[in-house]
């Protein structure tokens, strides 16, 4: 009988750290990257598609599923999911993205005529960008240069085609541009000597993706 008892207690033991092992290898694995997408804003609160389910209205400090909203105003909404700050305008849908060594991406959805429209950053200035693939670079406004700080003093003059005809630019090297939780450094670049309405998101950043659409969503995946 003493010896039944020792075993039991020996397989109660075993099953005991069995468990707590199990348990730690679950906390350890790393957790999938949230999806969060932006579908509305109010004053104080923005409407979020987290992870493909119903719409959430979450007011500012509120937190949901990982989520986080920090800030809304006119433009768009600025949270924290995976422990990373971003930022989204309507119809934008990112990863939170922790380290783990996983694809980058940005989800976009296009307006009422087709175009796809996101909000990123060249140089750390936040910059609201249109898809062109007609476009064989990143161009900027000169209002947009100048908020990434971007120095013409040496950069090549050129001419570019625009809608209003030939007009002068600057080539330029763009030291960082991110859309999503996509970041990209060296990027070719020209900047306009006017003002633009915003900032074309040129073959010079998206040749570098895969680009997949599904109906009005365009899926932009970094290849290297």
Same mark, same amino acid.
């Given at each position: 009988?003493?010896?039944?008892?020792?075993?039991?207690?020996?397989? @109660? #033991?075993?099953? *005991?750290?069995? =468990?707590? $092992?199990?348990?730690? %290898?679950? +906390?350890?694995?790393? &957790?999938?990257?949230?999806?969060?997408?932006?579908?509305?804003?109010?004053?104080?609160?923005?409407?979020?598609?987290?992870?493909?389910?119903?719409?959430?209205?979450?007011?500012?400090? @509120? #937190?949901?599923? *990982?989520?986080? =909203?920090? $800030?809304?105003?006119? %433009?768009? +909404?600025?949270?924290? &999911?995976?422990?990373?700050?971003?930022?989204?305008?309507?119809?934008?849908?990112?990863?939170?993205?922790?380290?783990?060594?996983?694809?980058?991406?940005?989800?976009?959805?296009?307006?009422? #005529?087709?175009?796809?429209?996101?909000?990123?950053?060249?140089?750390? %200035?936040?910059?609201?960008?249109?898809?062109?693939?007609?476009?064989?670079?990143?161009?900027?406004?000169?209002?947009?240069?100048?908020?990434?700080?971007?120095?013409?003093?040496?950069?090549?003059?050129?001419?570019?085609?625009?809608?209003?005809?030939?007009?002068?630019?600057?080539?330029?090297?763009?030291?960082?541009?991110?859309?999503?939780?996509?970041?990209?450094?060296?990027?070719?670049?020209?900047?306009?000597?006017?003002?633009?309405?915003?900032?074309?998101?040129?073959?010079?950043?998206?040749?570098?993706?895969?680009?997949?659409?599904?109906?009005?969503?365009?899926?932009?995946?970094?290849?290297?």
């Amino acid at each position: 009988m003493r010896r039944f008892f020792s075993r039991k207690r020996w397989s @109660a #033991r075993a099953a *005991g750290f069995c =468990l707590a $092992a199990a348990a730690c %290898a679950v +906390a350890a694995s790393p &957790a999938q990257a949230v999806q969060v997408g932006l579908v509305g804003l109010f004053p104080g609160k923005a409407v979020l598609v987290i992870d493909g389910g119903a719409p959430r209205t979450l007011a500012v400090g @509120a #937190r949901v599923s *990982g989520v986080r =909203l920090l $800030a809304v105003d006119a %433009a768009g +909404a600025m949270i924290e &999911a995976d422990g990373r700050r971003q930022r989204l305008v309507v119809g934008q849908h990112v990863h939170g993205g922790g380290g783990g060594g996983g694809a980058q991406t940005a989800s976009l959805t296009a307006d009422g #005529r087709g175009h796809f429209f996101t909000t990123g950053t060249v140089n750390g %200035a936040t910059v609201r960008f249109m898809v062109d693939t007609g476009a064989s670079v990143v161009a900027l406004g000169a209002a947009d240069a100048r908020r990434a700080n971007i120095d013409l003093a040496k950069a090549r003059p050129t001419m570019v085609q625009t809608a209003n005809g030939v007009a002068q630019a600057w080539a330029v090297t763009l030291d960082a541009v991110r859309v999503g939780d996509i970041t990209l450094n060296g990027v070719a670049g020209v900047v306009h000597s006017q003002d633009l309405p915003m900032a074309l998101l040129g073959m010079s950043f998206l040749n570098r993706m895969e680009m997949q659409r599904d109906g009005e969503i365009l899926t932009l995946r970094k290849r290297y």
